[in-house]
T-cell receptor, first 110, second 115 residues
Framework: GEDVEQSLFLSVREGDSSVINCTYT??????LYWYKQEPGAGLQLLTY?????DMKQDQRLTVLLNKKDKHLSLRIADTQTGDSAIYFC??????????FGKGTMLLVSP | NAGVTQTPKFRVLKTGQSMTLLCAQD?????MYWYRQDPGMGLRLIHY???????AKGEVPDGYNVSRLKKQNFLLGLESAAPSQTSVYFC??????????????FGSGTRLTVV
């Protein structure tokens, strides 16, 4: 099955850019997602990218997809303390199920 | 719209007790899912359903049963709880309309402790 790996922790200062990385093994995924989980809450969809795209920009968020290296990244520009959360990459494994990475905890300090 | 609602939000069980977690969605979604989240393990799929009356096993189904008697509800049962089932359980739903780009909608979770 699909294996999705993420680094576990990232610490940045407010105003800096954050880059969260994800690698995966199955190249057949059609949609790749980034979810955000705030403490004590469920996961919220942040953004997504189709597998036939290389980049997608959505306000402060930039998603890059390198299909050759099976690498997905999420860049958050001008990171704020409210961005502190756990970020999960996920991709469809089969038509109707998603496989999630273990999550990257982003800590933004003032 | 309430989206996806999970009950209860918290529960403490003794080893061997049984319980049912309820997930309800009001978006008329066909697909529903139960995940568990454990520290350092991410989210792991327990069971899922592709429509009313259907269920399928996910990555970690042992010790759990599910039922989808009504389209809007997806129940997760623990027949004989074990400490290894201490976790945060998330329900999610999805539909082909409007499409995969909308991702899953998640509930806020049930925190279960088995002592």
């Amino acid at each position: 099955g699909e294996d999705v790996e993420q680094s576990l922790f990232l610490s940045v200062r407010e105003g800096d850019s954050s880059v969260i990385n994800c690698t995966y093994t199955d190249s057949s995924s059609t949609y790749l997602y980034w979810y955000k989980q705030e403490p004590g809450a469920g996961l919220q969809l942040l953004t997504y990218i189709f597998s036939n795209m290389d980049m997608k920009q959505d306000q402060r968020l930039t998603v890059l997809l390198n299909k050759k290296d099976k690498h997905l990244s999420l860049r958050i520009a001008d990171t704020q303390t409210g961005d502190s959360a756990i970020y999960f990459c996920a991709m469809n494994s089969g038509y109707s199920t998603l496989t999630f990475g273990k999550g990257t905890m982003l800590l933004v300090s003032p | 719209n309430a989206g996806v609602t999970q009950t209860p939000k918290f529960r403490v069980l003794k080893t061997g007790q049984s319980m049912t977690l309820l997930c309800a969605q009001d978006m008329n979604h066909e697909y529903m899912y139960w995940y568990r989240q454990d520290p350092g393990m991410g989210l792991r799929l327990i069971h899922y359903s592709v429509g009313e009356g259907t269920t399928a096993k996910g990555e970690v189904p042992d010790g759990y049963n599910v039922s989808r008697l009504k389209k809007q509800n997806f129940l997760l049962g623990l027949e004989s709880a074990a400490p290894s089932q201490t976790s945060v359980y998330f329900c999610a739903s999805w539909d082909e309309n409007p499409g995969p780009s909308y991702g899953y909608t998640f509930g806020s979770g049930t925190r279960l402790t088995v002592v």
